[in-house]
C-alpha cells in the first residue's frame, strides 16, 4: 500500500510472520525425530541408535580418533577472549570474569582457583563433542551474589552443565524450527524424565537444517568406510592366525598287513588319535617339538596359492576416513602413501580454514547463549554484549631471538621488565638479580647516534 505522498505504508507492506514452517513434522506435533529422521537409510545411524554406533567409532579405530583430535585440539589449544564490542566496562569485566577469559587489548588475568568455578577450557572440550554426535547441550546454572553498586544483586554464570546425548530421550521444536525444549531420561530428583527449556539451554549444533536439532554428526561420511575397515580387520587377523605359521597335518604308519579284520581297524583308529593330539597341542616354543612313531609324518602345510592383501583396502578406508573432515594429508608420510608434501601443504590449508569455520560457529553461540543471557539478566536487553573471540587457528609464529631484537631495534615493541623475564623463562637462564647486575653501555640499537637516534643514512 502507498500513502497519498507515494511512501510505502509499513504497516500493511511489512510480512509481521511466517506463514511457512521449518521444523518438518510440525503438522503432528513438536517432535521432530519421529518423521524426519526415517529419511536416513542406514538403520543403525537413525537416533538414538546413532550415538551408540559414533560413539564406538571414536572409541575403538585409531584414524577417527586421530582425525577428531586433528580438528578438536587446535581449537582447544588456540586462545579464546573477550572482546568488548563497545560495550560498558562493567559489563566486559562481568562476562570476563564469569567465563574466565581474558579481554582483547588487555594483559592475561591472574589464574584463579578453578575449584566450583566455571571452566571454558572444560565447555570446550564438550561442546566440541558435537561434531561427534551432531549436538551438545549445556544446561545454564547461576548464583546470585550481592556484588553490584550498593550492594545490587548480580547473576553470575555458575556452570554450563553437560547434558549427555545417551540421556536425551526427546527433542521438542516449533513449527518455525526453534528449539522449545529438550527430556532427559533417568532418575532426577525422585522423576524418571525431566524437561528442560530451551530458555536454560544452550545448544551446540552441527550443520543444523530448520527444525533439526540433532545435527549430523562429522562421523557420518565416514561411518560406511569404518564399517568395512572393521570387517577387513578382523578377516585379516583371522587369516594370520590361521596360516601365519602353517597348518600341522599328521599321516599315521601303515599298520602291519599281518593284523586284518576290526583289529585293524582299531588300530588304524587309534594311530589316528594319536597323531591329532600331537598336531592339535603343536605350539612353538624354546622346548617345544614332537615324538612319531616309525612310518609316521608330522608337517606344517602352508596355503597353497596366494592370500589376498587386505593392507591396500585398509589404508584406503583410512584415507577416506580423513578425507571425511578435510584431513587429507594426515594420510601422506606413510609407507605406501603417495602424494608430494606440496599438496600435503595444500590440503592443510583447507582443513585450517575449516577449522576457522567451526570455532567460529562455536564463538557465535556462546556469544549468543552465553554471553548475552548474562548482559540481559543483569543490565537489561538494550546493553550492548561483548563477544567471544579467538585468535586465528595457525596464526602463531615461533618467537626467536633474532625476530625480538628486530622488532626492538625497529621500534615495534620496547624492552621491559616482562619482556626481559619471558625471555630468561623462555631460554633457560638464571632469573635476573638486580644486586649482580653489570652494566655494559648504553641500550642503544647498533649504529646509533651519539644523540640515541638511529643512524645509517636517510630515506630517500
Same mark, same amino acid.
Given at each position: 500500500?502507498?500513502?497519498?505522498?507515494?511512501?510505502?505504508?509499513?504497516?500493511?507492506?511489512?510480512?509481521?510472520?511466517?506463514?511457512?514452517?521449518?521444523?518438518?513434522?510440525?503438522?503432528?506435533?513438536?517432535?521432530?525425530?519421529?518423521?524426519?529422521?526415517?529419511?536416513?537409510?542406514?538403520?543403525?545411524?537413525?537416533?538414538?541408535?546413532?550415538?551408540?554406533?559414533?560413539?564406538?567409532?571414536?572409541?575403538?579405530?585409531?584414524?577417527?580418533?586421530?582425525? *577428531?583430535?586433528?580438528?578438536?585440539?587446535?581449537?582447544? @589449544? !588456540?586462545?579464546? %577472549? $573477550? /572482546?568488548?564490542?563497545?560495550?560498558? #566496562?562493567? &559489563?566486559?569485566?562481568?562476562?570476563?570474569?564469569?567465563?574466565?577469559?581474558?579481554?582483547?587489548?588487555?594483559?592475561?588475568?591472574?589464574?584463579?582457583?578453578?575449584?566450583?568455578?566455571?571452566?571454558?577450557?572444560?565447555?570446550?572440550?564438550?561442546?566440541?563433542?558435537?561434531?561427534?554426535?551432531?549436538?551438545?547441550?549445556?544446561?545454564?546454572?547461576?548464583?546470585?551474589?550481592?556484588?553490584?553498586?550498593?550492594?545490587?544483586?548480580?547473576?553470575? *554464570?555458575?556452570?554450563?552443565?553437560?547434558?549427555?546425548? @545417551? !540421556?536425551?530421550? %526427546? $527433542? /521438542?521444536?516449533?513449527?518455525?524450527? #526453534?528449539? &522449545?525444549?529438550?527430556?532427559?531420561?533417568?532418575?532426577?530428583?525422585?522423576?524418571?524424565?525431566?524437561?528442560?527449556?530451551?530458555?536454560?539451554?544452550?545448544?551446540?549444533?552441527?550443520?543444523?537444517?530448520?527444525?533439526?536439532?540433532?545435527?549430523?554428526?562429522?562421523?557420518?561420511?565416514?561411518?560406511?568406510?569404518?564399517?568395512?575397515?572393521?570387517?577387513?580387520?578382523?578377516?585379516?587377523?583371522?587369516?594370520?592366525?590361521?596360516?601365519?605359521?602353517?597348518?600341522?597335518?599328521?599321516?599315521?604308519?601303515?599298520?602291519?598287513?599281518?593284523?586284518?579284520?576290526?583289529?585293524?581297524?582299531?588300530?588304524?583308529?587309534?594311530?589316528?588319535?594319536?597323531?591329532?593330539?600331537?598336531?592339535?597341542?603343536?605350539?612353538?616354543?624354546?622346548?617345544?617339538?614332537?615324538?612319531?612313531?616309525?612310518?609316521?609324518?608330522?608337517?606344517?602345510?602352508?596355503?597353497?596359492?596366494?592370500?589376498?592383501?587386505?593392507?591396500?583396502?585398509?589404508?584406503?578406508?583410512?584415507?577416506?576416513?580423513?578425507?571425511?573432515?578435510?584431513?587429507?594429508?594426515?594420510?601422506?608420510?606413510?609407507?605406501?602413501?603417495?602424494?608430494?608434501?606440496?599438496?600435503?601443504?595444500?590440503?592443510?590449508?583447507?582443513?585450517?580454514?575449516?577449522?576457522?569455520?567451526?570455532?567460529?560457529?562455536?564463538?557465535?553461540?556462546?556469544?549468543?547463549?552465553?554471553?548475552?543471557?548474562?548482559?540481559?539478566?543483569?543490565?537489561?536487553?538494550?546493553?550492548?554484549?561483548?563477544?567471544?573471540?579467538?585468535?586465528?587457528?595457525?596464526?602463531?609464529?615461533?618467537?626467536?631471538?633474532?625476530?625480538?631484537?628486530?622488532?626492538?631495534?625497529?621500534?615495534?615493541?620496547?624492552?621491559?621488565?616482562?619482556?626481559?623475564?619471558?625471555?630468561?623463562?623462555?631460554?633457560?637462564?638464571?632469573?635476573?638479580?638486580?644486586?649482580?647486575?653489570?652494566?655494559?653501555?648504553?641500550?642503544?640499537?647498533?649504529?646509533?647516534?651519539?644523540?640515541?637516534?638511529?643512524?645509517?643514512?636517510?630515506?630517500?
Amino acid at each position: 500500500m502507498v500513502d497519498s505522498n507515494g511512501a510505502v505504508d509499513l504497516r500493511t507492506a511489512v510480512p509481521k510472520g511466517p506463514k511457512g514452517y521449518e521444523n518438518e513434522n510440525a503438522s503432528i506435533g513438536t517432535q521432530w525425530w519421529s518423521s524426519l529422521d526415517t529419511y536416513e537409510e542406514t538403520p543403525e545411524l537413525r537416533w538414538p541408535l546413532n550415538i551408540y554406533n559414533y560413539d564406538r567409532m571414536r572409541r575403538q579405530d585409531a584414524q577417527v580418533i586421530q582425525v *577428531l583430535r586433528a580438528v578438536m585440539l587446535p581449537i582447544r @589449544r !588456540t586462545p579464546w %577472549r $573477550i /572482546d568488548p564490542n563497545g560495550a560498558p #566496562d562493567e &559489563v566486559v569485566e562481568h562476562v570476563a570474569n564469569d567465563l574466565g577469559l581474558p579481554i582483547v587489548g588487555q594483559s592475561a588475568r591472574p589464574l584463579t582457583r578453578v575449584r566450583n568455578r566455571f571452566d571454558w577450557n572444560e565447555h570446550l572440550r564438550l561442546a566440541l563433542l558435537s561434531l561427534v554426535f551432531g549436538h551438545s547441550f549445556f544446561e545454564q546454572v547461576y548464583s546470585v551474589t550481592p556484588d553490584g553498586p550498593n550492594g545490587a544483586l548480580r547473576a553470575h *554464570l555458575q556452570d554450563l552443565q553437560w547434558r549427555p546425548p @545417551r !540421556t536425551i530421550a %526427546r $527433542i /521438542d521444536v516449533a513449527a518455525d524450527g #526453534d528449539l &522449545v525444549a529438550i527430556r532427559q531420561q533417568g532418575l532426577v530428583g525422585g522423576k524418571t524424565e525431566v524437561d528442560i527449556p530451551a530458555s536454560q539451554l544452550v545448544a551446540y549444533i552441527t550443520d543444523r537444517e530448520g527444525g533439526n536439532w540433532l545435527g549430523q554428526s562429522l562421523l557420518r561420511p565416514a561411518y560406511k568406510f569404518w564399517l568395512l575397515k572393521d570387517r577387513l580387520l578382523r578377516v585379516q587377523a583371522q587369516t594370520i592366525d590361521r596360516n601365519g605359521m602353517g597348518f600341522p597335518v599328521y599321516t599315521a604308519p601303515e599298520v602291519p598287513l599281518t593284523v586284518q579284520g576290526e583289529d585293524r581297524t582299531r588300530l588304524e583308529q587309534s594311530y589316528i588319535d594319536a597323531g591329532f593330539g600331537i598336531a592339535s597341542g603343536m605350539r612353538a616354543g624354546e622346548n617345544a617339538g614332537a615324538s612319531i612313531s616309525a612310518g609316521a609324518k608330522l608337517a606344517l602345510l602352508g596355503v597353497e596359492g596366494q592370500l589376498p592383501d587386505a593392507d591396500k583396502p585398509i589404508r584406503y578406508y583410512d584415507e577416506q576416513i580423513a578425507k571425511a573432515v578435510l584431513a587429507n594429508f594426515l594420510s601422506l608420510g606413510g609407507d605406501n602413501s603417495t602424494g608430494s608434501y606440496a599438496l600435503g601443504d595444500t590440503f592443510q590449508d583447507f582443513f585450517t580454514l575449516s577449522l576457522q569455520s567451526v570455532a567460529l560457529d562455536l564463538a557465535t553461540t556462546a556469544t549468543r547463549h552465553v554471553v548475552e543471557d548474562i548482559v540481559d539478566l543483569n543490565y537489561g536487553t538494550d546493553v550492548p554484549a561483548p563477544r567471544i573471540v579467538f585468535d586465528e587457528i595457525g596464526s602463531r609464529h615461533p618467537v626467536t631471538a633474532g625476530a625480538i631484537n628486530a622488532l626492538v631495534l625497529c621500534g615495534a615493541i620496547t624492552m621491559d621488565d616482562p619482556l626481559e623475564e619471558y625471555l630468561r623463562t623462555t631460554y633457560g637462564l638464571p632469573p635476573r638479580d638486580p644486586k649482580t647486575a653489570r652494566s655494559i653501555g648504553p641500550k642503544t640499537a647498533p649504529n646509533a647516534a651519539p644523540d640515541g637516534t638511529a643512524g645509517g643514512g636517510t630515506a630517500s
